[in-house]
């Protein structure tokens, strides 16, 4: 069994920053892509950013120069650099991630529960 867990969220003002956290755990050979997703109140889940094994990203083009995404591949756990927050930014985010259980399996889609960001004065 695979688990992401994420942690980092909670309540920052306009302009502050946070860092999120997501290590996945369990049975895991490989991890392709990982990622950040987040959903606000009343609105669909969308990509805030993608980053491959080899280090690739991709960002949803109105976060770029705000947010950064990186990740430690030996622990297996993805970041999420966010700065400049502004009230927009609030929701729940969602860490995402491409794993392997084995050698010989297919990559399958794994998402963590959550964590909340609130950026409000």
């Known amino acids: 069994q695979v688990q992401l867990v994420e942690s980092g969220g909670g309540l920052v003002q306009p302009g502050g920053s946070l860092r999120l956290s997501c290590a996945a755990s369990?049975?895991?050979?490989?991890?392709?892509?990982m990622g950040w997703y987040r959903q606000a109140p009343g609105k669909q889940r969308e990509l805030v950013a993608r980053?491959?094994?080899?280090?690739?990203?991709n960002y949803a083009d109105s976060l770029k120069g705000r947010f950064t995404i990186s990740r430690d591949n030996a622990k297996n756990t993805v970041y999420l650099q966010m700065n400049s927050l502004k009230p927009e930014d609030t929701a729940v985010y969602y860490c995402?991630?491409?794993?392997?259980?084995?050698?010989?399996?297919?990559?399958?889609?794994?998402w963590g529960k959550g964590t909340l960001v609130t950026v409000s004065s």
């Open positions: 995402n991630a491409d794993i392997r259980s084995r050698a010989y399996y297919s990559g399958k889609d794994y």
């Open positions: 980053i491959t094994s080899g280090g690739n990203t």
């Open positions: 369990g049975s895991i050979f490989s991890i392709n892509v």
